[in-house]
């Protein structure tokens, strides 16, 4: 099984990233390792703590706190769309016994990597900082990952915080130009090109036959869900988190291709653009592996599939 640590900022979607990865019993997760995005360090820590109790795996997956703020900039949460608690409200009365680990998120990344060259991928749904504070301390971790999967940036739409910028990269763009310009052996970004159009509708949510997920999934989008249908007249909840996941379980889901991206951390309108030279006019070495289109439908059933089975332990 492929050997995996997963980066989250548990809000909505970071929540079904985990239920993906852990009920598709494809992995070995090594540790959930959190930080601040969506909501702060200390709720998102709590978040993915519920979550393994929910999927009764708590006592398998270590979880361990990341920074509480992004490298240079002040953290900017985003209530609007997961709600005050980051899961919709869902868990509220939750009795979580569950704690993290001691020691920090970007030494037990350094540890695993090292201790495991070429056999950990990190999949990355939150703003980067964890990983840029671990290339800091250890530069030589690079060339130990067997693969980064990034869900942040868009390079051919438009944001989803500013106009230009997608969430991910928008917070801690420092951390993301670090992350993208550190030369690992492959990193993949699944950008909102893709993982917009991984929707999960009020009828896929139906499909889930497990009566304790199907009503966790369902409470904890709502609130997503009604935000989404203000908007686009159809209620759904993007799959960001979860489409990286997916990518990592290697359905050949999604068409990439290598290019040079960089990330803008000095601009009145544009920090946090992920900027993809399409047609080499910097004349650089491609460093990142781009996903420019995806099979959904297909996505979605391998979600829906996988959420159905039992969690592996
Ligand atoms: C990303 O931003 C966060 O709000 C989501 O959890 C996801 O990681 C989508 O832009
Ligand atoms: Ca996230």
Do not use: W
């Not at 002040?74 to 899961?87: C, K």
């Not at 099979?295 to 059933?301: K, Y």
């Amino acid at each position: 099984r492929k050997k995996v640590i997963l980066d989250v900022d548990t809000g909505v979607d970071d929540a079904l990233a985990i239920m993906l990865a852990v009920t598709s019993g494809k992995f070995d997760i090594l540790g959930i390792t959190t930080v601040s995005g969506n909501v702060s360090l200390d709720q998102a820590t709590l978040n993915t703590c519920k979550i393994l109790e929910l999927l009764g795996v708590s006592g398998q997956i270590p979880v361990y706190r990341g920074a509480d703020k992004p490298l240079v900039r002040e953290a900017v949460f985003e209530h609007r769309v997961h709600g005050s608690d980051g899961i919709g409200g869902a868990l509220g009365d939750m009795a979580v016994t569950k704690q993290p680990e001691a020691g920090a998120a970007a030494d037990f990344i350094i540890r695993e990597l090292l201790a495991r060259p070429g056999e950990v991928t990190l999949i990355m749904t939150a703003p980067l900082t964890n990983l840029a504070a671990a290339l800091q301390k250890c530069p030589e971790l690079v060339a130990h990952a067997a693969e980064v999967i990034v869900m942040g940036g868009v390079v051919q739409g438009y944001g989803n915080i500013t106009p230009t910028a997608e969430y991910n990269m928008y917070v801690d763009p420092e951390a993301a130009k670090q992350v993208l310009a550190a030369g690992f052996p492959r990193l993949t970004l699944v950008g909102l090109d893709v993982t917009r159009r991984a929707l999960l509708g009020a009828e896929d949510i139906q499909k889930l036959h497990n009566p304790v997920i199907r009503e966790y999934v369902e409470t904890s989008t709502a609130g997503y869900r009604a935000r989404y249908y203000e908007r686009n007249g159809v209620q759904a909840c993007a799959l960001h988190d979860p489409l990286a996941v997916g990518v990592a379980l290697n359905c050949g889901l999604v068409t990439t291709r290598d290019y040079y991206v960089d990330v803008e951390t000095r601009s009145e309108l544009c920090d946090g653009q992920t900027v993809c030279d399409f047609q080499n006019r910097l004349n650089r070495p491609p460093n990142v592996t781009v996903c420019l289109e995806v099979d959904a439908p297909a996505f979605l059933e391998c979600f829906i599939n996988s959420l159905n089975q039992e969690p592996k332990k």
